[in-house]
């Protein structure tokens, strides 16, 4: 049996409405430029070899193809692209999973291809169950839009031969939207929780600067979530949808304003002045807390017993970043990264020197990490001030 999906008693009636364009109409649109502007650079080539910026430019993306369809949907401009209407419902779905994945690829490092595709397979799932929706003739679309935003303009008269929703998932998009997003804020602020106790800094004053971002992610989704909460409470439709895509675009604006912050654009330093580490943002606190962790893994693990160790496995072990890695051994111990390893390297050849008199020096050379025995003698007479048979014979 056809299905109408709206009609009116008379004949076709063709209702001309006017644009609305007002101050809601132009902080939403520039929201979504902003917000399309930052998803690019978040996603460029460079920047999403960090995985928590390839996740906040699909968020970004996804926030600006919701509030488009509003933008749309409230001034009016749908009906010149009725095919637009609802297209956004996947990428409603997919806000969630990259709030979550980039929290958790923030505190983890990185996050398997594995997890990702279990996190999106459901917005991808939705998308294709919702693709006979789409193939409806204009006039349901219109329908459709007339319903939420003008009830009491007649309904133009259509009739299919299928519920293109017959699923409640699809037919219930707003419930199940509300779930995705408070189902991943939660979880992502499981992962917040225990980064912070992990590294035993208060949430409502971190040091670490990843923690800092954490937190800001947080507190911004935290709000976009009782944003929803509260206009779908007040608005069974999706009459104050405009509302809530204002919030939207002031979330944009604020992660704006965040990225221009840590640019080192603006703390460019003259010809005359040094450029190392000018553009730093590691803090004094943040320079102790890793020169302790550092010492502990250096000494507790000794990792520079790996004749291939390098200062991208040090930073990696240390969960901080090569410059910020780099600049504290510089700042903090007043040496390069090869230049403390070969000191960590001779003081363990030394102990083993003395305590095991019947090694030979080659072999000695080779325990500690190199694989050369002039490299050897020339680091430990350098540090020591004697050849290593020298000292071994003192």
């Not at 998308?127 to 133009?156: E, Q, T």
């Not at 998932?169 to 408070?182: F, K, P, W």
């Not at 602020?189 to 937190?215: D, G, Q, T, W, Y």
Request: aromatic share 14%.
């Amino acid at each position: 049996m056809a299905r109408f999906y709206g009609f009116c008693s008379e004949a076709l009636i063709i209702v001309s409405m006017p644009y609305r364009v007002d101050l809601f109409a132009v902080f939403i649109l520039l929201g979504i430029v902003q917000a399309i502007f930052l998803s690019f650079f978040f996603l460029s080539k460079e920047n999403r070899k960090n995985q928590a910026n390839f996740f906040q430019g699909l968020m970004l993306l996804s926030m600006a193809a919701c509030i488009l369809e509003i933008f749309l949907m409230y001034t009016g401009y749908i009906a010149d692209c009725l095919f637009l209407v609802d297209f956004s419902e996947p990428f409603a779905l997919t806000i969630g999973p990259s709030f979550y994945l980039m929290m958790k690829s923030l505190v983890q490092g990185s996050v398997s291809r594995k997890t990702i595709w279990w996190h999106y397979i459901f917005p991808i799932v939705y998308f294709i169950l919702i693709i006979p929706f789409f193939i409806l003739p204009d006039d349901v679309k219109y329908n459709s839009w007339v319903h939420s935003y003008h009830p009491a303009l007649p309904f133009r008269e259509v009739s299919v031969d299928y519920d293109a929703r017959w699923l409640w998932v699809t037919d219930n998009h707003t419930e199940v939207s509300l779930i995705s997003l408070l189902g991943y804020f939660v979880w992502g602020m499981i992962e917040a929780i225990r980064a912070f106790r992990n590294r035993r800094e208060s949430f409502f004053n971190p040091v670490h600067p990843v923690l800092k971002k954490i937190r800001g992610s947080a507190l911004q989704m935290m709000l976009a979530t009782v944003a929803v909460f509260v206009v779908k409470f007040f608005n069974i439709d999706d009459t104050g949808d405009h509302v809530f895509a204002a919030f939207i675009s002031l979330m944009v604006y604020m992660i704006s304003i965040r990225v221009i912050s840590h640019s080192g654009f603006f703390r460019q330093t003259a010809l005359v002045e040094p450029q190392k580490y000018k553009t730093s943002s590691v803090t004094v606190d943040v320079q102790k807390d890793l020169l302790t962790k550092l010492d502990a893994v250096m000494t507790g693990k000794k990792p520079y017993l790996q004749s291939g160790f390098s200062l991208p496995d040090l930073a990696q072990q240390l969960n901080t970043t090569v410059h910020a890695l780099s600049q504290v051994i510089n700042d903090g111990l007043g040496k390069s990264f090869f230049e403390m390893v070969a000191t960590y390297r001779i003081e363990e050849a030394k102990r083993l020197l003395k305590e095991h008199p019947n090694i030979k020096v080659e072999e000695i050379a080779e325990q500690v990490g190199y694989n050369s025995k002039s490299s050897f003698n020339t680091a430990f007479k350098k540090i020591a001030g004697k050849t290593p048979s020298e000292y071994r014979a003192a």
